[in-house]
């Protein structure tokens, strides 16, 4: 497969494994609502806002929706969107191979992005999530109004669609809402107890690999004789045909006199319409659109330059999640995403570098919280509730020499282990830490740390001694034990089949 470089590719592709883990540190001044709300609120640089979320969360987004800077060379009030091209490619590669990693089996992933740099954006999308997960290329024609001043007047916008793994993906994903057009097709004019359907023709064309049995006479109730039209056969093979008739599911008219038809009903057919790659204004508003809900929101301010309309985010959330599935934007901006996500019902994570983390995205997510009526609030019924916890980022678990933050407790340092040793989130199970993390493909994870089992003392927790070891939650196969130290001689840990790492030289620092 190709793959696009550019100049200093080689450390960008290295740059994630780089980035160190640092602590989310909760400001519950700027939290709202539901305490027990999952929603998070996170400011600081997304890069490394997503490596802290990796142990918690690898595997489990289901949507991901992302509106980086296009790079389009222009002065942006809220973004420096004037990059070098290479440097863009260099700061979009690490972010996506993270993202990558937070998504589910089931997940996608929506970027928009314009011309200036979507066609590159495609080729890295290809190498991180693979050629074969591409979904679609979709348009949105985000004005319905022509520029004049320029040479050509470009009225829309890329959303680019790729699926962790599009197998998976495309029997999973949801279809749009029926529309009041496609309904009207059906009906039930001879009240048929199976409900209302549409007809379709009873032929088909007689190409290659037709059987012989699908070329016959077709007697109707009042007695005419209809054959298949010119280069065309029957549907069905004749005793097929007539075993429709009796299950009354070929329609005649209501005389009885016209070429059969088969009956379709609604109740046995995809209810919902198939997405399509282009998404019209008038379906999910514009650019003028979202300014307007901006300015609604915060009036008397400029709103960003580039902001989404809630139906544009709304839809692609409807087509990829279900209700309590999480969604994540890193790129959030004035908080569209998550808004949207908090009214259909869906768990989120937003991520926003700037103040207006601070002076946008909280207030307006308070004002969805307490119900405010803006957006697709009418349309999803939205009455208020609910709520979020904001963050913001702390210090690296470890410092520059590799010791551990001496502010890192248990369960950040658990989950940190045993993501780099399953490269899976940490379940809690309960709210009493235990030393056994869990067990992965038949291996046992234990922490020794920060008095687990009681007290600091040389046998009270941190050290693995036989006493220690004989207060541990049994496993019978493999374990893997970390801590400061252990009294265990090698033949003793091979007996015990222990492999003992010792904290915090042989966890991870990246």
């Not at 680019?160 to 009207?184: G, M, T, V």
Request: aromatic share 10%; hydrophobic share 35%; proline share 6%.
């Amino acid at each position: 497969m190709p793959i696009l470089h550019w100049l200093n590719d080689e450390e960008a592709r290295k740059t994630s494994s780089r980035v160190l883990y640092r602590l989310l540190e909760a400001d519950e001044t700027l939290s709202y609502g539901d305490s027990n709300a999952e929603n998070m609120l996170i400011q600081g640089d997304n890069l490394d806002a997503l490596k802290a979320l990796l142990p918690y969360y690898a595997g489990q987004v289901r949507c991901i929706y992302i509106d980086p800077p296009y790079n389009t060379r222009s002065a942006f009030e809220h973004y420096d969107d004037n990059l070098e091209h290479s440097t863009w490619l260099s700061t979009i590669y690490p972010r996506l191979e993270i993202l990558r990693d937070l998504l589910s089996p089931e997940g996608s992933i929506w970027v928009s992005i314009d011309d200036t740099e979507g066609h590159y954006l495609k080729v890295l999308l290809d190498e991180i999530f693979g050629r074969d997960n591409f979904v679609a290329h979709i348009v949105w024609q985000k004005s319905h109004t022509r520029e004049n001043r320029t040479d050509v007047s470009t009225v829309h916008d890329t959303v680019l669609l790729f699926a962790k793994d599009r197998n998976i993906w495309k029997n999973i994903r949801n279809p749009l809402p029926s529309s009041e057009s496609q309904l009207e097709r059906y009906s039930n004019p001879d009240n048929d107890p199976r409900g209302p359907w549409a007809s379709l023709p009873a032929h088909a064309k007689a190409e290659k690999g037709r059987r012989k049995e699908q070329f016959f006479t077709i007697t109707t109730p009042s007695g005419r004789k209809i054959d298949p039209p010119a280069g065309r056969c029957w549907l069905y093979t004749e005793p097929r045909f007539l075993e429709m008739v009796q299950d009354n599911r070929i329609w005649f008219g209501a005389d009885g006199e016209n070429a059969p038809r088969v009956k379709k009903f609604l109740s046995e057919v995809q209810t919902g319409l198939v997405p399509s790659s282009l998404w019209m204004h008038s379906e999910v508003g514009t650019t003028g659109t979202a300014k307007a809900e901006i300015t609604s929101l915060f009036p008397g301010e400029t709103p960003f330059s580039t902001p989404k309309p809630e139906k544009l985010i709304e839809r692609l959330i409807q087509i990829s999640t279900n209700e309590n599935d999480i969604v994540l934007d890193s790129f959030l901006g004035s908080g569209t995403t998550a808004a949207v996500a908090h009214k259909m019902g869906r768990r989120y994570i937003g991520i926003e570098m700037g103040d207006h983390a601070i002076t946008h995205c909280v207030p307006r997510l308070k004002k969805v919280v307490d119900g405010e009526q803006g957006g697709i609030s009418e349309d999803v019924n939205w009455q208020g509730g609910g709520g979020f916890h904001f963050y913001k980022l702390g210090e690296s678990i470890f410092d520059e020499e590799g010791k551990i933050n001496p502010s890192v407790r248990f369960r950040t340092l658990a989950a940190h282990v045993w993501f780099t040793e399953t490269h899976t989130p940490l379940e809690v199970r309960s709210k009493k830490a235990s030393p056994l993390l869990g067990v992965h493909n038949g291996i046992a994870y234990y922490l020794l740390y920060n008095g687990i089992l009681g007290d600091k003392s040389k046998d009270g927790g941190n050290v693995l001694t036989g006493k220690i070891l004989a207060s541990l939650p049994p496993h019978q196969g493999q374990k893997v034990i970390y801590g400061e130290l252990t009294t265990f001689s090698s033949q003793r840990l091979a007996r015990e089949n222990i492999i003992f790492k010792q904290v915090p030289y042989d966890i991870k620092a990246r």
